[in-house]
């Protein structure tokens, strides 16, 4: 795990426990039902350098984070981006253009 850095731990990273909780989007701001974003993406699990090279739990970090802005992550990067250049929260808040979205979908009505 790597050491945290000065700006701000903006998500709390967890393995898996549990399922449709109602909470915080740490990007959005928005409270509502919130989905796991693995930061090591799941279609990445069953390739033989991923499970020799991590543990479940490893495999299994992520974040509680809304539907929308979840989404707007994978339509922007795909899986071999997310792991190599967003296997942190912080990473994710960073990007300029995940930052603009993210801004974005805190405007927008919980539905
Ligand atoms: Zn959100
Ligand atoms: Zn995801």
């Known amino acids: 795990m790597q050491p ?3 700006d701000a ?3 709390e990273v967890r393995t898996r426990t549990r399922r449709g909780r109602v909470g915080s989007c740490p990007f959005c701001h928005r409270e509502l039902p919130l989905t796991f974003h693995h930061l090591i993406p799941k279609k990445l699990h069953r390739r033989t350098r991923f499970r020799k090279q991590f543990s479940r739990e490893e495999l299994n970090r992520g974040i509680d984070i809304c539907r929308q802005c979840h989404d707007g992550i994978h339509d922007r990067y795909d899986e071999m981006t997310l792991y190599r250049d967003f296997d942190e929260p912080s990473k994710l808040a960073a990007d300029p ?3 603009r979205y993210f801004e ?3 405007r927008q009505k919980v539905r």
């Open 4 to 6: 945290m850095t000065s």
């Open 9 to 11: 731990v903006i998500a």
């Open 97 to 99: 253009a995940l930052a």
């Open 104 to 106: 974005w979908v805190a």
